[in-house]
């Protein structure tokens, strides 16, 4: 199962938001908000689960010895 796609959801409400509608629609999906209160909270939240979310990158760490003969 793919990871959700964030960045879709947090521009859908965000243009939601700039232009005052409380009816947001995203990968066909429709949702009617009470108030623009409640776009804010959506997207705080959506919002913190994409800081939350895997990148997908991995970084590799480097380990150095140094041996001296004796």
């Known amino acids: 199962m793919p990871a959700p796609d964030y960045a879709v959801e947090?521009?859908?409400l965000e243009a939601g938001l700039?232009?005052?509608e409380v009816t947001v629609e995203s990968d066909g999906d429709r949702v009617t908000y009470r108030s623009t209160v409640e776009?804010?909270?959506?997207?705080?939240?959506f919002t913190r689960k994409a800081a939350a979310a895997p990148?997908?990158?991995?970084t590799m760490g480097t380990t150095l010895?140094?041996?001296q003969g004796g």
């Not at 776009?39 to 939240?45: E, G, R």
């Not at 990148?55 to 991995?58: K, N």
């Open 65 to 67: 010895a140094s041996f």
């Open 18 to 20: 700039a232009s005052g």
């Open 10 to 12: 947090i521009a859908q």
């Open 39 to 45: 776009i804010q909270k959506a997207l705080a939240y």
């Open 55 to 58: 990148t997908g990158r991995q």
